[in-house]
Structure formats: structure tokens, C-alpha cells
């Protein structure tokens, strides 16, 4: 199985400030035959679902504001908020769907300073 | 509009079975892999079974196989999950996904369970 580990496990940034999650994976995540990153990330307001936020390691879904970023390859990938909102206050996961049994980070919480 | 609605949850005793409902609405539902994920109160994400759009292929997690059964029906934009001798360590809200990607692009809202004695 692919564990998928993220840091830090909680996080607070000031309003307008950048935040940055980390995520990990014990193998990587790359598909050689389409260069693809089979990585996500994804949003979890409280009492709420997860919300797609990034696929393929960096591509934004639709309707998820630009200050939203995602980077890496292989094994070392970075969810950045370029300035954060108060409306980004979540628990955000990184998943690997590269193989099964699919696996998540086990979330980072982010917090307003 | 695209909904995923959950139906069937409830409180059952340790041994017992359940059968969980998704019907999806708003997407092509037989071009979509279907997923079940399940998070514990206050806990993480975690992938219980798998299904492709046309039923070809099914996965399993560890924690499941043997116990929980995924089928879809097409013709209905149904998804199931059977889950029979369910342990406390199931209880859980599980999401109905959707994925037309790979990713897990469409999510519903989620049934609890509860396996308590």
C-alpha cells in the first residue's frame, strides 16, 4: 500500500498570509507512460464532504479560486494558498489514486492566527 | 445539478447487515468509476471499495473484503455498497463518490453508521 503522510499536522496563518501543506508518498506517484502525477488534493469544510480542489497534482478544478496551487513530483507534493481567507479555514487531504487500495494524507488542519 | 444522495444508514448491532443506496443525478453515471469512502467521527479519510462504470472490475479494502459487497445498477444511476458483519470499527459517515477521472471529483453528502451493541 502507498502511505501518504502530510506535515504539518495543523497549521495557522495570519489573514492575506501564504500557507503551505506538505504531502508525502512511499513511492511515486508518477505514471510513466503519460507523465501524470496520480495526486489530489482536496477541501473538507466542517460538516461537510470533501470538495475537489486539485488533480493531477496541479491542475485546478473548476470554480476553485487561483490563490489555491498545488506542485511536486513523484513523491514530494505542496498545496500552497498563495493568500489566505477566512473562508479557507478546513482540513485539507492530498490522495494518491495511483493504485489501490487508494489512500489519503491524514489531513492537515488550517487554522486563522 | 450534480447530486449524490445517500440513503440507508442507521444503527445496527455488531454481526448485523446494511445496505447502503447512492442514486447520482446530473452526471453521465455509466461513464463514472463509483467509490465508497468512509470517515469515523472526528477521523480521516478512508477508501472502502471501488467499482468501474460498467461493473467490470471491483477493489476492495483490506479492512472489507469478504464483508462488504459494491454493485451499481445502471439503469437506475444506483450505486450499493451490502455490508454484512459489521464491527464498531465500521461505524462511520460513508460518501458515495464519483469519479470521471480517476480523482474523486463528485461527492454526496453521506450516510452514519452506527454498529453498536
Known amino acids: 500500500d502507498i502511505v501518504m503522510t502530510q506535515s504539518p499536522d495543523s497549521l495557522a496563518v495570519s489573514l492575506g498570509e501564504r500557507a503551505t501543506i506538505n504531502c508525502k508518498a512511499s513511492q511515486s506517484l508518477l505514471y510513466s507512460s503519460n507523465n501524470k502525477n496520480y495526486l489530489a488534493w482536496y477541501q473538507q469544510n466542517p460538516g461537510q464532504p470533501p470538495q475537489l480542489l486539485i488533480y493531477w497534482a496541479s491542475t485546478r478544478e473548476s470554480g476553485v479560486p487561483d490563490r489555491f496551487s498545488g506542485s511536486g513530483s513523484e513523491t514530494d507534493f505542496t498545496l500552497t494558498i498563495s493568500s489566505l481567507q477566512a473562508e479557507d479555514v478546513a482540513v485539507y487531504y492530498c490522495?494518491?489514486?495511483?493504485?489501490?487500495?487508494?489512500?489519503f494524507g491524514q489531513g492537515t488542519r488550517l487554522e486563522i492566527k | 445539478q450534480v447530486q449524490l444522495v445517500e440513503s440507508g444508514g442507521g444503527v445496527v448491532h455488531p454481526g448485523m447487515s446494511l445496505r447502503l443506496s447512492c442514486e447520482a443525478s446530473g452526471i453521465p453515471f455509466n461513464s463514472y468509476g463509483m467509490h465508497w469512502v468512509r470517515q469515523a467521527p472526528g477521523k480521516g479519510l478512508e477508501w472502502v471499495a471501488a467499482?468501474?462504470?460498467?461493473?467490470?472490475?471491483?477493489y476492495y479494502a483490506d479492512f472489507v473484503r469478504g464483508r462488504f459487497t459494491i454493485s451499481r445498477d445502471n439503469s437506475r444511476n444506483t450505486l450499493y455498497l451490502q455490508m454484512s458483519s459489521l464491527r464498531g470499527a465500521d461505524s462511520a459517515i460513508y460518501y458515495c463518490?464519483?469519479?470521471?477521472?480517476?480523482?474523486?471529483?463528485?461527492w454526496g453528502q453521506g450516510t452514519m453508521v452506527t454498529v453498536s451493541s
Open positions: 463518490v464519483g469519479a470521471f477521472g480517476d480523482y474523486f471529483d463528485c
Open positions: 467499482i468501474w462504470h460498467d461493473e467490470s472490475k471491483k
Open positions: 490522495q494518491q489514486y495511483y493504485s489501490t487500495p487508494i489512500t
